[in-house]
T-cell receptor, first 110, second 114 residues
Framework: GQSLEQPSEVTAVEGAIVQINCTYQ??????LSWYQQHDGGAPTFLSY????GLEETGRFSSFLSRSDSYGYLLLQELQMKDSASYFC???????????FGTGTLLAVQP | NAGVTQTPKFRVLKTGQSMTLLCAQD?????MYWYRQDPGMGLRLIHY???????AKGEVPDGYNVSRLKKQNFLLGLESAAPSQTSVYFC?????????????FGSGTRLTVV
């Protein structure tokens, strides 16, 4: 079978750094993606890791360790607008099909 | 560009009724997907398509049918709606290729089956 695990909720203060972890078990793994979804909105693409290591895009970074079946999303200099749900998703196969985790609700407090 | 457009945005159905959700994209993407999102369960893949005229089953295909007659459109049908199909439905599209291209999602259809 396949499964993805991520914490259900994380709380942090404005200006801080937060890490959201994701562990997965799946066959046919191609890579790990991260998506952001504000309440009531559409998910938006943040990052994709196919190889081990850290990918940085502005305040957001994403890490992957294929040998540990583990990845994380790192958000720096947190802002109130970063309050949202964050989903990790495993890419299975060349068709770019994604299997999503259940999401982590990030609450940024002043 | 509009990106991915879903219609309708809201709908209430009675048990046993049928309906079709329409997804249209103007980015010339090869791949299209239908997901449903329920509280606490994330997004689950219903069906997907890797090109015009082709469709495949995802994680939760039962009770749904799809068609991709034109590259830009991907239709999701419910033949006989059930309360368990009350959900938010998202359509997405992406480029094809070896890289893991990000999805562009539509704004969703909120469906209630009573």
């Amino acid at each position: 079978g396949q499964s993805l695990e991520q914490p259900s909720e994380v709380t942090a203060v404005e200006g801080a750094i937060v890490q959201i972890n994701c562990t997965y078990q799946t066959s046919g793994f191609y890579g790990l993606s991260w998506y952001q979804q504000h309440d009531g909105g559409a998910p938006t693409f943040l990052s994709y890791n196919a190889l081990d290591g850290l990918e940085e895009t502005g305040r957001f970074s994403s890490f992957l360790s294929r040998s540990d079946s583990y990845g994380y999303l790192l958000l720096q200099e947190l802002q109130m607008k970063d309050s949202a749900s964050y989903f990790c998703a495993v890419r299975r196969g060349a068709t770019n099909k994604l299997i999503f985790g259940t999401g982590t609700l990030l609450a940024v407090q002043p | 560009n509009a990106g991915v457009t879903q219609t309708p945005k809201f709908r209430v159905l009675k048990t046993g009724q049928s309906m079709t959700l329409l997804c249209a994209q103007d980015m010339n993407h090869e791949y299209m997907y239908w997901y449903r999102q329920d509280p606490g369960m994330g997004l689950r893949l219903i069906h997907y398509s890797v090109g015009e005229g082709t469709t495949a089953k995802g994680e939760v295909p039962d009770g749904y049918n799809v068609s991709r007659l034109k590259k830009q459109n991907f239709l999701l049908g419910l033949e006989s709606a059930a309360p368990s199909q009350t959900s938010v439905y998202f359509c997405a599209s992406s480029r094809s290729g070896t890289e893991g291209y990000g999805y562009t999602f539509g704004s969703g259809t909120r469906l209630t089956v009573v």
